[in-house]
């Protein structure tokens, strides 16, 4: 395979992130990191003029957002820095995005060299499969933490496998001399360092990555007698990671223990937050035990969720088997710990699919070489294989890429074909949308009609990011952020099923239940703008 084929794809990963980024509205938690990023630039700028100051003063910048580690948001701030602060090249939204699409592009880069362990046409159809769907695409623009834990994870699977021999190496050799095996023994240590690198980068962006050891392990003890004894050697290199979250984590540089035990305990004891599933609000554990799979299902366009079903399958029925490669295994081994958490029915479950995104990815090379194969018995039958190949591409990515053209910049209300699409995703009593990234739809209504210094109440728009869209120039610095319908003369509503009692609330403070204006996707109600009879835009 053509070795700069995983770096053309990542590339157009970037650019493609890039190009789409600018209807995206800011989901609720990037307010959180948004400021977080913010205080932290000021950490590194007080770093860079005073480091003593900078080392005393951690936890006065550092405590924004203490309950997730550093390294993402640091990287959101140092981009911001870079781009905005210093050569005001970007505005500020898209600086901090920035790194989040470069992760992005590293998922596209791993996923591509997993694929190419089977084929050049499955090391481009795996990323492929994943991104081309609104659900994980929308994904792909926030400078949030759930694509860069997803490619993290990918990028430990890779750099676990090339560690322990199982993935195609860029130094082969089949000769035995001295100076071979000490370029053997050095590759081995800088695959072992990669490896401890990325499982810190891992731990230092979200939680997800605690599980990760556990499943290297178990992978290992699965493995041949030869190659069980090489990845129990290099299981110990795995305890070099925390020195990366801690080097990246300056909050831990002073009473550590005290902080990482905050970090546990806020996700130990996480609140439940109210979600809406085929007509149950679910507000509490016990939860549906296949409500991942049946979201997944619900929201992938229909393609995607055949192949990446076949392929579960596919590895399941390898494993029982026990004609899983090695490689396949560890595959197996990593989709399954980033979906079984959210089985177990107390795992808190809100947020659509981000939480198992690499659930998605890990099945993706598995799901591309399918394709592939199947590609393979068309020319058996006498059609040719590339025309197959394309046909069969076509088939299974043009679905997603119209859902995407269709639905984007609303990505959390992205619905498929076996939920009859956003309308019958409403009448099966599905989550409409989450968080407040619709909200951008109405904000050019709300600039045009809103008279100078008005109050307006933006429903699930947290204080973080109703200032970003004024940051951003989405919104006019004039208009004033609410509380509620009661001390506001205009509402922006998203429809929640938990926040039912918010309409009738506005129509009782309002004197009206006619909308001014609103966000319809397909016909169904997403984000609903009143005003306050006699003002400007009140029907």
Not at 379 to 385: C, N, T
Not at 435 to 457: C, D, K, M, Y
Request: glycine share 6%.
């Amino acid at each position: 395979m053509n070795r700069r084929l995983p770096i053309v794809l990542a590339a157009l990963t970037f650019a493609a992130l890039f190009a789409t980024q600018a209807g995206v509205g800011f989901v609720r938690d990037e307010g959180y990191y948004f400021e977080a990023a913010r205080s932290y630039e000021q950490w590194v700028a007080l770093l860079l003029r005073a480091p003593a100051a900078a080392l005393r003063e951690t936890g006065r910048y550092w405590s924004v957002n203490f309950e997730h580690p550093g390294l993402a948001k640091l990287l959101f701030a140092l981009s911001h820095l870079v781009f905005t602060t210093w050569l005001g090249w970007l505005p500020d939204a898209l600086a901090w995005r920035l790194p989040a699409f470069a992760i992005a592009a590293l998922l596209t880069y791993w996923l591509a060299v997993l694929g190419s362990q089977r084929s050049r046409a499955a090391a481009v159809l795996a990323p492929a499969l994943f991104w081309c769907a609104e659900g994980t695409f929308f994904h792909g623009h926030l400078a949030c933490f759930d694509v860069p834990i997803c490619a993290l994870t990918a990028g430990v699977g890779v750099a676990w496998a090339r560690a322990i021999g199982i993935l195609d190496s860029s130094t082969p050799s089949s000769t035995s001399t001295p100076s071979s095996t000490a370029t053997s023994t050095s590759t081995r240590t800088s695959t072992r360092v990669c490896l401890a690198f990325l499982f810190g980068c891992a731990l230092a962006v979200k939680h997800n990555a605690w599980l990760l050891p556990p499943v290297l392990l178990v992978h290992a003890l699965l493995l041949p007698s030869p190659l069980r004894r090489r990845a129990l050697r290099t299981l110990p290199w795995l305890l070099l990671g925390p020195l990366v979250l801690f080097a990246t984590w300056p909050l831990l540089w002073h009473e550590p223990l005290r902080h990482l035990s905050d970090w546990i305990s806020f996700h130990t004891h996480h609140v439940h937050y109210a979600w809406y599933y085929l007509g149950r609000e679910l507000r509490a554990p016990p939860f549906p035990i296949f409500y991942p799979l049946v979201l997944l299902a619900l929201v992938l366009p229909l393609p995607q969720v055949a192949l990446f079903a076949a392929a579960s399958a596919k590895l399941l029925w390898d494993f029982a088997h026990r004609t899983l490669s090695a490689l396949r295994l560890l595959e197996l081994g990593l989709a399954g710990a980033a979906i079984l958490p959210f089985l177990v029915r107390t795992t808190p479950i809100f947020g659509g699919i981000k939480h198992w995104l690499a659930f998605l990815a890990l099945l993706a090379p598995e799901a591309a070489h399918l394709l592939v194969r199947a590609a393979d018995l068309v020319q058996d039958a006498g059609l040719p294989r590339a025309r197959g190949l394309a046909v069969g591409a076509a088939a299974a990515l043009l679905p997603g890429l119209w859902q995407i053209a269709h639905v984007h910049p609303y990505g959390t209300s992205a619905y498929a074909e076996l939920a009859g699409g956003i309308p019958g995703a409403a009448s099966l009593g599905m989550q409409r949308q989450y968080w407040s990234n619709n909200v951008t739809a109405v904000l050019p209504w709300l600039n045009e009609h809103v008279p100078r210094g008005a109050r307006v109440f933006f429903h699930e728009v947290n204080f973080e990011s109703y200032r970003a869209y004024q940051q951003a120039g989405l919104l006019r610095a004039d208009i004033q952020y609410a509380a509620g319908p009661w001390d506001a003369q205009y509402a922006a509503l998203q429809w929640h099923r938990e926040f039912r009692d918010r309409e009738p609330e506005t129509w009782n403070a309002f004197g009206t239940k006619t909308p001014a204006a609103g966000l319809y996707l397909d016909e169904t109600p997403q984000v609903v703008v009143y005003a306050r009879p006699g003002l400007p835009g009140a029907p």
